[in-house]
């Protein structure tokens, strides 16, 4: 089992910059690959950003490329997702999760622990 818990969402706004943190308890943090998901309202959940074991493999989701950095700290427990240059359709609950497994992976169906989720609200 894994828990993770989000903190450092907020309201910013646009061109702000926020940092999510998510730490993990449970089983060994340092074998799990991590990431970062969002739901905007109406819309269904996304892949944001992946991180795998030891943090040297990251993937983006084109629209934050460039613009958010995913991190962590094995010795925390820790990951966090660095988001710069905001903007408003950034709006959403972000949620971090993690797959049984050390690969970085973009796709939701392949996590199996998740968070509670953070409210990150941009506003123009």
């Known amino acids: 089992q894994v828990q993770l818990v989000e903190s450092g969402g907020g309201l910013v706004q646009a061109g702000g910059s926020l940092r999510l943190s998510c730490a993990a308890s449970?089983?060994?943090?340092?074998?799990?690959?991590m990431g970062w998901f969002r739901r905007a309202p109406g819309k269904e959940r996304e892949f944001v950003a992946a991180?795998?074991?030891?943090?040297?493999?990251?993937y983006y989701a084109d629209s934050v490329k460039g613009r958010f950095t995913i991190s962590r700290d094995n010795a925390k427990n820790t990951v966090y997702l660095q988001m710069n240059s905001l903007k408003p359709e950034d709006t959403a609950v972000y949620y971090c999760?993690?797959?049984?497994?050390?690969?970085?992976?973009?796709?939701?169906?392949?996590?199996?622990?998740w968070g509670q989720g953070t409210q990150v609200t941009v506003s123009s």
């Open positions: 991180i795998n074991w030891s943090g040297g493999i990251t």
């Open positions: 449970g089983r060994t943090f340092s074998w799990n690959a």
């Open positions: 999760a993690a797959p049984p497994t050390t690969i970085a992976t973009m796709e939701a169906s392949n996590y199996d622990y």
